[in-house]
């Protein structure tokens, strides 16, 4: 037994846990209404073999010991013929199939069996027995409650014993045959009826869950609509909000809640806004003030320089200079002023432009900055055409390739590539210097991101670089056209990857 409940255990941990609420509760009812279904019907079934075989005890008290008796001992009061009758035992008055035996010295000396026809004089009434059935019915306890024993040739009896008229012991017995097939009858009726209800009550029962929990599955539509949408920028419209139930239900309290918390998250997000305005607007306004004076200081530095009267050195160091941070911080606020018009969403120009003829372009540009570095070309035999704004893709790669000379040693090997996909024509920087540093490749695309010290240790050009904006131009140019950047960095290798709509369709 212990091993069966271990094997059944063991078959139980093997089923596929449910996974969703509503699967666990439809799975919680069902099993709860199986074990209370078993339980009634092994009650049932107990009782009913209780009630049966108690019935079949006092039908044994009731039927005494007449057949055994009459094995052994004849009738005086009877006939010739009724006692030849009796030599095979008297079946009158005796149920069919009773069963009879008389023990001498707990040694059966005769046994029999009523047929299921008593008329028939020629049945034999004797039953063979094997030494087994005779130990159980010389275990049969004398004046004491009825038993069940197994016969081989007969199969499960009630036996009752008594002592006989000459000191021997008579045993009755009455099949149980009739009680096993009441119970079995039970048993097939209630696992019919419990089946049937435990299929009607999972079906309905996964209705009932499903309906109850309805609220709860539009809380999570609600829910996912809400993580689907752009929240890192830009103005937000949260979805409408999900419907709420009874509150003081749970489901009703979940929702009641979620939509609170919606609701100060979209007052969040309109005050995230608002003052992304507010920043966007003084940067647009004090990068549109500040170029006429930049601008100025720049020409009057430069209008020194060209003074013909002798200067002294150290005026025309401090002019130069001027002149020089005077320009750094013109490129600075024409910088800001573009992310500033990107973030407006101004509208770039499209156009068709030749990306073959804006690298050679680049490169030689670059190439002329930086002649100790090693340029190379990889570009399909046929002209490479997106549609977009040419001047802003060329920003784009004198960054990019701008990036790569100020940050890598001298005689670094910078190549630049144009691949054409069917869904995106890529460009490719790749530099075999020391790489970005892990720590900074997270935001690398970031404004006002530097990472010039430490490129720098790796022999490097110790440049002052700018102010950061470069790469965080690049993806905001190649995001206005619809496209993606994207760095792989480790030592010994870098590559930055702007990918662009084939066709250039925003």
Request: charged share 25%; with cysteine; glycine share 10%.
């Given at each position: 037994?212990?091993r069966?409940?271990?094997?059944?255990g063991?078959?139980?941990?093997?089923?596929?846990?449910?996974?969703?609420?509503?699967?666990?509760?439809?799975a919680?009812?069902?099993v709860?209404?199986?074990?209370?279904?078993a339980?009634?019907?092994?009650?049932a079934v107990?009782?009913?073999?209780g009630?049966?075989?108690?019935?079949?005890?006092?039908?044994?008290?009731?039927?005494?010991?007449?057949?055994?008796a009459?094995?052994?001992?004849?009738?005086?009061?009877?006939?010739?013929?009724?006692?030849?009758d009796?030599?095979?035992?008297?079946?009158?008055r005796?149920?069919p199939?009773t069963?009879?035996?008389?023990?001498?010295?707990?040694?059966?000396?005769?046994?029999?069996?009523?047929?299921?026809?008593?008329?028939d004089?020629?049945?034999?009434l004797?039953?063979?027995?094997?030494?087994?059935?005779?130990?159980?019915?010389?275990?049969?306890?004398?004046?004491?409650?009825?038993?069940?024993?197994?016969?081989?040739?007969?199969?499960k009896?009630?036996?009752?014993?008594?002592?006989g008229?000459?000191?021997?012991?008579?045993i009755?017995?009455?099949?149980?045959?009739s009680v096993?097939?009441a119970v079995?009858?039970?048993e097939?009726?209630?696992?019919?009826?419990?089946?049937?209800?435990?299929?009607?009550?999972?079906?309905?029962?996964?209705?009932w869950?499903?309906?109850?929990?309805?609220?709860?599955?539009?809380?999570?539509?609600?829910?996912?609509?809400?993580?689907?949408?752009?929240l890192?920028?830009?103005?937000?419209?949260l979805?409408?909000r999900a419907?709420?139930?009874?509150?003081?239900?749970?489901?009703?309290?979940v929702?009641?809640?979620?939509?609170?918390?919606?609701g100060?998250?979209?007052?969040?997000?309109?005050?995230?806004?608002?003052?992304?305005?507010?920043?966007?607007?003084f940067?647009?306004?004090?990068?549109?003030e500040?170029?006429?004076?930049?601008?100025?200081i720049?020409?009057?530095?430069?209008?020194?320089?060209l003074?013909?009267?002798?200067v002294?050195?150290?005026?025309?160091?401090?002019?130069?200079?001027?002149?020089a941070?005077?320009a750094?911080?013109?490129?600075?606020?024409?910088?800001?002023?573009?992310?500033?018009?990107l973030?407006?969403?101004?509208?770039?120009?499209?156009?068709?432009?030749d990306?073959?003829?804006?690298?050679?372009?680049?490169v030689?540009?670059?190439?002329?900055?930086g002649p100790?570095?090693?340029?190379?070309?990889?570009?399909?035999?046929?002209p490479?055409?997106?549609?977009g704004?040419?001047?802003?893709?060329?920003?784009?790669?004198a960054?990019?390739?701008?990036?790569?000379?100020?940050?890598?040693?001298?005689?670094?090997?910078?190549?630049?590539a144009?691949e054409?996909?069917?869904?995106?024509?890529?460009?490719?920087?790749h530099?075999?210097?020391p790489?970005?540093?892990?720590?900074?490749?997270?935001g690398?695309?970031e404004?006002f991101?530097?990472a010039?010290?430490?490129?720098a240790?790796?022999?490097?050009a110790?440049?002052?670089?700018g102010?950061?904006?470069?790469?965080?131009?690049?993806?905001?140019?190649?995001?206005a056209?619809?496209?993606?950047?994207?760095?792989?960095?480790?030592?010994?290798?870098?590559?930055?990857?702007?990918?662009?709509?084939?066709?250039g369709?925003?």
């Amino acid at each position: 037994m212990g091993r069966a409940l271990r094997a059944v255990g063991r078959w139980v941990r093997r089923l596929p846990r449910p996974h969703t609420l509503r699967a666990r509760l439809t799975a919680g009812l069902v099993v709860l209404l199986a074990v209370s279904c078993a339980a009634v019907g092994v009650a049932a079934v107990i009782e009913l073999d209780g009630f049966l075989t108690g019935r079949l005890d006092q039908q044994l008290t009731e039927v005494g010991t007449q057949f055994p008796a009459s094995l052994e001992h004849k009738d005086q009061t009877l006939t010739d013929h009724d006692a030849d009758d009796r030599e095979r035992g008297d079946t009158r008055r005796q149920a069919p199939h009773t069963f009879g035996a008389r023990l001498v010295d707990g040694v059966v000396t005769n046994s029999g069996v009523v047929p299921a026809d008593k008329d028939d004089s020629t049945t034999d009434l004797k039953v063979p027995l094997t030494a087994r059935d005779r130990r159980e019915l010389a275990a049969v306890p004398v004046g004491g409650t009825a038993r069940t024993i197994h016969l081989s040739s007969l199969g499960k009896y009630r036996v009752l014993a008594a002592k006989g008229r000459d000191g021997d012991v008579m045993i009755t017995g009455l099949p149980l045959e009739s009680v096993e097939a009441a119970v079995h009858r039970l048993e097939a009726v209630a696992a019919i009826v419990f089946g049937a209800a435990l299929l009607i009550t999972g079906f309905a029962g996964a209705l009932w869950v499903r309906w109850s929990l309805r609220p709860l599955s539009r809380v999570a539509a609600t829910a996912t609509r809400v993580s689907e949408l752009p929240l890192a920028s830009g103005e937000v419209a949260l979805p409408s909000r999900a419907p709420e139930s009874d509150p003081r239900s749970e489901v009703g309290q979940v929702a009641g809640a979620f939509n609170r918390m919606l609701g100060h998250v979209e007052d969040a997000l309109t005050h995230r806004h608002a003052s992304e305005e507010r920043l966007r607007s003084f940067a647009a306004d004090a990068s549109h003030e500040l170029r006429t004076p930049v601008a100025s200081i720049r020409g009057h530095a430069e209008l020194a320089l060209l003074h013909p009267d002798p200067v002294p050195p150290k005026v025309n160091r401090a002019l130069e200079r001027i002149a020089a941070e005077s320009a750094r911080m013109g490129v600075m606020v024409d910088e800001m002023l573009l992310l500033a018009r990107l973030d407006a969403g101004r509208p770039l120009e499209r156009h068709p432009v030749d990306l073959t003829r804006l690298v050679l372009d680049a490169v030689a540009d670059a190439r002329a900055a930086g002649p100790d570095h090693r340029w190379a070309l990889q570009l399909p035999e046929d002209p490479v055409t997106v549609t977009g704004d040419a001047h802003r893709l060329q920003q784009v790669l004198a960054n990019l390739l701008a990036n790569a000379r100020l940050h890598t040693p001298v005689g670094t090997k910078v190549t630049v590539a144009v691949e054409t996909g069917v869904d995106a024509t890529s460009l490719v920087v790749h530099d075999d210097g020391p790489g970005v540093p892990a720590e900074v490749q997270p935001g690398v695309f970031e404004r006002f991101t530097r990472a010039d010290r430490r490129r720098a240790e790796g022999g490097g050009a110790a440049t002052g670089g700018g102010a950061g904006l470069g790469l965080s131009i690049v993806a905001a140019v190649t995001e206005a056209h619809g496209g993606s950047v994207g760095l792989e960095s480790r030592p010994g290798s870098t590559t930055f990857t702007v990918k662009l709509p084939s066709g250039g369709s925003a």
